[in-house]
């Protein structure tokens, strides 16, 4: 077995099919928990140490909270897992999980002008990695920029994961409030009140509907863009198709971050693969959406003001009841939608930023003969790189012993858990709880956004599975970010392993009015491609037809 760079074993291997070397003595009495969520494939060396950057964001979250906990993260064959670590004695974590809470509670206030302060020191972040002169600086010095890439890119999830405490809080607390006044509420149907608000991702869909209806008028152009070797440059000498080709720069440059489907930094982003974006455009140009953005906005606008309206009606003669609902439904509808648009700006903007800075050295690397490919660099650990640019040396072996390694995990499933053995709790609104189903034609997971959907599943744990997606397919997949929306728009309904009402994938569904079924398990092993299935999103039941 080969251990992430920059790794050391402390205990011997303990598994035959899934080996692990511990790197502390107390880590097998910890339970580890795969992140098959954000992170549901092998990452290689350097993908490793990022997600060990999105982990010191947690930890720093923990910190401004003054919850005294620790989420520790390792790479087990290039699967991340995460564990929770506190000295606080067993009987007195409850009151350490209320008092974690009520800090939560107090960001709510607060949390709108924290946000508005962080969005232009994000943008700093970006701008300043992507000034920098990898291609000319001395070597030194680039070791030099390299770590400074990282601590900065380290500073946007610190900001993620104190920003995200006041929307997450405010939206249990108000769901809490209206499923004790809702007559059998489903599940995240309270959530529908924060519905309809204008905001990015309903930015990128509009500008996705521009682009189709600019391409539909442009003679040739269509059916270019479907082409498998399709480029921005050849788009724009068709004749005609100048205007296409201005506002499709001009989206790349506002939302060309998005187009990874998960925390990997080897996944491009639109802006480095626009073919991954005008594949998606070619399907609406043939099909064109039946319901537009902004239609689609105001009848979830609607929606949301019909509810407020029933909880009203249901607490007229609870005065009290009432006043807290009005308290909490004001900050949830300024600040509830951080709870996606953070992914926006962090998590996807974060990843293509630092994934661009990283293939700019990879290349420095190739000149100087230390890889064969600037890709190579992924399978490199973050400590290595700066002695590599200070004192070239040929890696190329190394490189390929690390990537059949690789290959080898990416071809198994890893379990859920390993350590300390534990039972599966209830599951949060975000999480979700993890459902069994013992019936071969049925699975059961959490019903995130209502409306029943019948038609072909499409299995997509891919960048590259994206484009086979077609308008009424039901997504199978292991969860969601904002880089799905040009699939949501045309998809006929979705099905996820993971994730609860509140999960992204649950989120970004109920804002494109798309019935899905999160939290099932293991809907991406037990559906096959292109088998008829129906799921119904209120009641969480998946058949398989």
């Known amino acids: 077995m080969t251990l992430p760079a920059g790794e050391t074993a402390t205990t011997p291997p303990i598994d035959a099919d899934f080996p692990i070397a511990w790197l502390d003595p107390s880590d097998p009495d910890m339970t580890w928990e795969w992140d098959d969520m954000h992170m549901p494939v092998a990452v290689p060396a350097l993908g490793g140490d990022y997600v060990r950057v999105i982990c010191a964001g947690m930890a720093y979250g923990y910190r401004r909270l003054g919850t005294p906990a620790e989420l520790r993260v390792r790479i087990l064959n290039g699967y991340a897992y995460f564990g929770l670590f506190t000295e606080v004695p067993e009987a007195e974590q409850p009151t350490m999980w209320e008092n974690r809470t009520e800090a939560a509670r107090a960001t709510i206030a607060t949390t709108d002008a924290y946000w508005r302060r962080a969005v232009p020191e994000l943008s700093a972040v970006y701008a300043w990695v992507a000034a920098r002169p990898v291609e000319t600086e001395p070597a030194e010095a680039l070791a030099g920029t390299w770590d400074e890439v990282w601590t900065r890119i380290s500073r946007c999830w610190e900001i993620h994961f104190y920003a995200i405490r006041g929307p997450y809080q405010v939206l249990e607390d108000l769901a809490d409030l209206v499923e004790t006044v809702i007559e059998d509420p489903k599940p995240g149907e309270a959530l529908g009140l924060i519905g309809g608000g204008g905001h990015e991702l309903h930015e990128v869909e509009r500008g996705l509907e521009d682009l189709a209806a600019i391409a539909a008028r442009t003679p040739g152009l269509a059916d270019r863009m479907a082409e498998p070797d399709v480029t921005p440059e050849r788009l724009a000498a068709i004749h005609g198709a100048g205007p296409f080709a201005a506002a499709l720069d001009g989206f790349l440059t506002e939302h060309g971050h998005l ?68 308290a909490l439904l004001a900050p949830a509808r300024l600040i509830g939608p951080l709870t996606e648009i953070h992914n926006y700006w962090i998590d996807r903007m974060a990843q293509a930023s630092l994934r661009r800075f990283v293939l700019r050295v990879g290349r420095r690397l190739v000149e100087a003969g230390s890889i064969a490919d600037p890709g190579d660099i992924f399978h490199m650990g973050r400590d290595e790189v700066p002695a590599l640019l200070r004192e070239p040396a040929d890696r190329r072996a190394t490189i390929r012993e690390r990537e059949a390694a690789l290959a080898h995990w990416a071809a198994v499933r890893p379990p859920r858990k390993v350590g300390a053995p534990s039972e599966d709790g209830e599951g949060d609104r975000f999480d979700g709880a993890r459902y069994t189903s013992s019936d071969p034609d049925q699975l059961r997971g959490t019903g995130a956004s209502a409306g029943i959907a019948r038609g072909r599943a499409r299995l997509t744990l891919t960048q590259e599975d994206f484009g086979a ?39 970004v569904a109920r804002e494109f009015a798309l019935p899905a079924v999160v939290g099932t398990g293991d809907a991406t092993v037990r559906i096959a491609d292109g088998r008829l299935v129906e799921l119904d999103g209120s009641t969480g039941v998946v058949r398989l037809l």
């Open 259 to 326: 187009g990874q489907n998960f925390d990997d930094l080897r996944l491009a982003s639109w802006g480095e693969e626009p073919a991954l974006l005008l594949t998606e455009l070619a399907k609406r140009v043939r099909e064109p959406v039946a319901v537009g953005a902004e239609e689609r906005r105001m009848r979830l606008a609607a929606q949301a003001d019909e509810l407020a309206e029933r909880v009203r009606t249901a607490l007229a003669d609870d005065p009290e009841k009432l006043e807290r609902f009005e």
């Open 469 to 507: 997606v077609q308008p009424g397919d039901i997504i199978v997949c292991p969860s969601s970010n904002p880089s799905w929306v040009p699939l949501f728009a045309i998809a006929g309904g979705l099905i996820t392993n993971t994730g609860g009402v509140l999960s992204h994938a649950a989120v």
